[in-house]
């Protein structure tokens, strides 16, 4: 299934109905954009997203030491 949607000038665009019913989308959820090369990938986000979580500790080194590593590393 293709469906579009239109961008405004302001960078911003509306979701289309069967998307969000598809997402099970409500007010106030938040997405998650995964983009690979021209590819991007639209997902909810959940309360607790593992995957999202990886990806942003990669750019937090501050919490990177053997310490935090062993203090945290069974959660």
Known sequence: MNI???????????LP???RDSL???TGDK???????RTVR????????AIYHAALSQ??????SKEDEAAFGGL
């Open 24 to 26: 099970g989308l409500a």
């Open 42 to 49: 639209v997902r909810k986000m959940e309360p607790f997203d």
């Open 59 to 64: 750019n937090m080194s501050e919490w990177a």
């Open 17 to 19: 109905k069967e998307v």
């Open 4 to 14: 579009d949607s239109t961008l405004s000038s302001k960078g911003q665009t509306t």
């Open 31 to 37: 997405l998650i954009y995964e983009i690979e090369g």
